[in-house]
């Protein structure tokens, strides 16, 4: 038997993750209790999840569709076969396809699906080649359709995209935790027990979400508001804050701005009306900001169930507003966390995989730094702005975007529609 140390990636968190393997095949996952990011935990697919690996299901060579007619339905003799054919012949087929595509009908005719199930590198060569190769920026991810609205509102307020804490914080730094739109132990659960971890040795949880999850056994104070409540609930808190003089005036005056006009938006946001509005006691909503604002590090962490609002994006906004009034970021333990859809949504964004966007966040109209990106690629890109992966879907159905190179995803099962 021989042991093989990788990383685990199948939510994102990098578990340290010990392959057995007996004459070729994986037997057991094990993870070191030394691991430090999972300190020997594993979730059940870490653990568990590498039949595929051995699956006989799992392709080992290109299939092309042979024998179809353009325009046939699926599942008719006219449709063709998928058939296997050598890699030389299938990416020699895909170059002259795409090629015949670009000449017709121009780059911004063919759009680009990469995947955040994929590595940093492999986003980047992916957005890279249909920047500099085929020469269009329409190219996207799953993020669009995920945390889209979590990433438009911290790049607002704090101008960064990415998780201010690591998971490492989490057990050692954080003193209180707010925690909403997030079944965490369920959808993360190795930051789930670094969560508990640090409630284990003191830290307070404030469980913002109308289901009594698991969690909710380990919370200071569970605050049950009516579902699309969100935004009453914590401007309510930033009320609170304000009216007890519990916000960090130094920080907010060393760097923040606007402090006057949210002030002025939430003097009359009180825990008696929100109490009416998301059917939260105004004396929790009172205990629980207070408990916010005057721990020694308080984090924010939320999921999914506060960026698919049709506000999510202003909901995202309230809790920077927290963060910002209560200087609870810059600083060992505190932070803005949205949690991830799948295990690479970060990376796939810093690496450019987004059609206004390029490497690094960089807008993709910044014409000094095309030019930049092009000598060094060894190509000019386009001043085009691209199309989202909903606007290609779009153009594909109008019949302006001909041709779609999609890596690692599944808009069937991420977009919205199926039918369409």
Avoid at 20 to 29: E, F, N, Q, S
Avoid at 174 to 197: F, Q, R, V, W, Y
Avoid at 287 to 316: C, E, K, P, V
Wanted: aromatic share 6%; net charge negative.
């Amino acid at each position: 038997m021989s042991v093989t140390t990788t990383t685990c990636s199948y939510c994102g968190v990098g578990c340290t993750l010990e392959l057995h393997t007996w004459r070729g095949r994986i037997i057991k996952a094990t993870s070191p209790d030394s691991a430090p990011v999972n300190h020997g935990n594993l979730c059940v697919k870490g653990r568990f999840g590498y039949d595929y690996v051995h699956s006989p299901d799992r392709l080992t060579q290109p299939l092309i569709r042979r024998g179809g007619r353009p325009g046939a339905r699926r599942g008719t003799p006219e449709y063709g076969q998928l058939k296997p054919a050598s890699w030389d012949e299938a990416l020699a087929l895909i170059a002259t396809r795409l090629n015949a595509i670009k000449a017709a009908h121009g780059p911004d005719a063919i759009g680009a699906f990469s995947s955040a199930k994929c590595t940093n590198e492999e986003n980047y060569l992916f957005q890279k080649w249909v920047r500099a190769g085929i020469g269009t920026h329409n190219v996207d991810h799953c993020s669009r359709l995920c945390h889209a609205s979590s990433v438009t509102a911290v790049n607002m307020a704090i101008g960064s995209m990415a998780m201010s804490n690591s998971i490492g914080e989490l057990r050692d730094e954080i003193d209180c935790l707010l925690i909403t739109g997030s079944n965490t132990t369920e959808n993360h659960p190795i930051i789930a027990l670094e969560m508990k971890a640090a409630i284990a040795r003191g830290a307070k949880l404030i469980l913002i979400d109308p289901r009594d999850i698991e969690l909710a056994e380990f919370a200071t104070y569970h605050l049950k508001h009516r579902s699309g409540t969100d935004v009453a609930l914590y401007n309510a808190m930033a009320h609170v804050i304000i009216a007890e003089g519990l916000w960090a005036k130094r920080f907010v005056d060393a760097n923040t701005e606007g402090f006057a006009d949210l002030a002025a938006a939430v003097a009359d946001c009180t825990p008696e009306w929100a109490e009416a509005l998301s059917g939260v006691p105004a004396d929790l909503i009172r205990a629980a900001a207070r408990l916010y604002a005057t721990s020694r590090a308080s984090g924010i962490f939320w999921g999914m169930g506060i960026s698919q609002h049709h506000n999510g994006t202003d909901t995202s906004l309230t809790l920077c507003n927290l963060a910002l009034l209560c200087g609870q970021i810059g600083r060992p333990g505190t932070g803005l966390n949205p949690l991830r859809g799948q295990n690479n949504v970060q990376g796939a964004g810093d690496m450019g995989c987004l059609p206004n966007l390029l490497p690094g966040y960089v807008p993709a109209t910044d014409e000094a730094h095309l030019d930049r990106l092009g000598a060094l690629w060894g190509a000019p890109l386009s001043r085009t702005p691209g199309l989202t992966s909903t606007e290609l879907t779009e153009a594909i159905g109008e019949g302006h975007a001909r041709g779609l190179y999609i890596m690692g995803e599944n808009p069937l099962l991420t977009d919205p529609n199926l039918n369409h």
